[in-house]
């Protein structure tokens, strides 16, 4: 943990030698030396840096080198890194002042007798907090990903390596498998944490609506902008923009995201003014992009750029292991929320879960746990439920095959008729071509086609064609 003294006049700190150690008193020899930064104004890169490495720090902010500009400057730390401690030293023994540094976050106020063993505990105290911080970023993910398969666990070390850094990641796997809800824990731990978390569902983004909703727009861009608008990327300014199934972006719109992802600006509709953002970039896609950019579907310069770092989440049916915990979690939680009390399932309950791949993922597991909990009349949950259930997704199935089965029918129906309207037509524009050729002599006109001069005169019937309508058109054309 870095300690950053931020005073114009660092000589008022003895203890205090510049860009060396912070040496606690003699009489703690056990206390380890920890790395002193003296900054006299508030260096916004050095910040950038530290949110980056995810480097928890304890800021010392001198009052007499800043007077009222000090709680601006200690707001200005606490917005830029989250995992910082404030601590104001020197400051006036006044109630009302102490009371508004604590309100904007201060962890501790000394006044101006500043005792330096006082400070050395404090930030001994700080500094023990960081072992319950990762006990805390372990239980939001566990609380996040229910399981301990292979699988799973190995997201779950994965994910806070990957939320302290500002990289693009890409989320895959199967519909159901939880990919917001992963891009949702990755900005909860990160250093953005504070910041917007906007979600652009890529699924519903019509290409005529596109720029003015993510890069928004400015007063008379079109008709009924009456007032400025900002998009959804500028609304995530500072936080994380989630891109939820990405792969089902037009070409022209993938285009357009990838200028923005260079160079993380863009315009506004009716404006020419550049607007920079800083924002994280998660995508998240059911389809293999692999796959799609060999089938023309998906850019792959769009695809490298989003894959900074990938995670796949296994379907359920290759992990069910985890059902009985995931089972357990959502009963819990549910019947809580559904204010019923019952002891639990029976062990037929819990197999049947077992031997069904879930083909809807997590999210039709706990959908049925839900309808359990509504539906069980009796203090154990029974695997008639889950018979039942069954019985319905195999009717269903059922339902959705014929109906499926009806429109193959159909279509090859219409594409006969397609194919009979357009032989009577191919049928009816030869005899008319060969007729004008001969000059309507229909004995020639049989004799070219190879039929009879009585079917001829047959099929000029069916077909309306007379040489008194053809000759007037041709006479006269207008």
Not at 20 to 33: A, L, V
Not at 343 to 349: C, L, M, P, S, V
Not at 375 to 392: N, P, Q, R, W
Request: with cysteine; net charge neutral.
């Amino acid at each position: 943990m870095k300690v950053i003294l931020l005073s114009r006049h660092p000589e008022n700190f003895p203890v205090c030698q510049s860009y060396q150690p912070f040496k606690p008193p003699s009489s703690h020899p056990e206390r380890s030396e920890r790395p002193l930064v003296l900054l006299s104004e508030l260096d916004y890169q050095m910040l950038k840096a530290l949110n980056v490495d995810g480097t928890p720090a304890i800021f010392i902010l001198d009052y007499k080198s800043y007077s009222e500009e000090t709680i601006d400057l200690l707001k200005s730390l606490l917005k830029y890194k989250e995992d910082a401690y404030a601590i104001v030293v020197n400051a006036p023994n006044e109630a009302e002042v102490a009371v508004n540094f604590l309100k904007a976050g201060a962890y501790h106020y000394f006044t101006q007798d500043l005792n330096y063993e006082c400070l050395c505990n404090l930030i001994d105290e700080i500094s023990a907090k960081k072992p319950l911080k990762d006990k805390q970023i372990k239980d939001a993910i566990d609380e996040y990903f229910i399981g301990n398969s292979p699988k799973i666990q190995k997201i779950k070390e994965i994910l806070p390596k990957v939320a302290e850094t500002n990289c693009n990641v890409l989320i895959g796997g199967e519909t159901g498998t939880g990919k917001e809800l992963v891009a949702r824990l990755i900005h909860k731990l990160s250093p953005r944490a504070k910041a917007p978390f906007v979600v652009i569902d890529c699924t519903t983004l019509q290409e005529t609506l596109f720029e003015s909703e993510v890069f928004g727009y400015e007063k008379g861009a079109f008709t009924g902008a009456t007032s400025s608008k900002k998009g959804l990327i500028e609304l995530a300014d500072g936080g994380t923009l989630f891109l939820d199934e990405i792969g089902d972006l037009s070409l022209s719109i993938q285009k357009k995201f990838l200028r923005f992802l260079q160079e993380r600006t863009f315009t506004r509709l009716g404006s020419t003014k550049l607007i920079k953002v800083d924002v994280r970039i998660i995508a998240a896609t059911n389809k293999n992009l692999k796959e799609e950019i060999i089938s023309g579907n998906f850019r792959a310069d769009l695809y490298y750029r989003l894959n900074t770092v990938y995670l796949y989440l296994s379907p359920l049916r290759e992990r069910k292991e985890d059902i009985p915990l995931i089972v357990d979690h959502y009963l819990n939680l549910k019947k809580k929320e559904f204010k019923k009390e019952f002891k639990g399932y029976t062990r037929e309950f819990m197999k049947k879960l077992m031997e069904y791949d879930w083909p809807g993922n997590v999210r039709e597991l706990v959908n049925f746990i839900e309808r359990a909990i509504i539906l069980t009349e009796k203090d154990i949950i029974s695997e008639e439920l889950i018979k039942e259930y069954l019985e319905l997704k195999k009717e269903d199935e059922r339902i959705k095959q014929e109906r499926y089965c009806e429109e193959e029918n159909k279509t090859i129906l219409i594409d006969k008729e397609a194919k009979k309207i357009n032989l009577v037509e191919i049928e009816k524009n030869l005899i008319l071509e060969t007729l004008i050729k001969n000059n309507w002599n229909q004995t020639k006109t049989a004799l070219e086609l190879g039929i009879s001069r009585k079917q001829l005169i047959t099929k000029m019937k069916k077909f309306g064609l007379f040489k008194e309508r053809y000759h007037i058109r041709s006479e006269n054309p207008n």
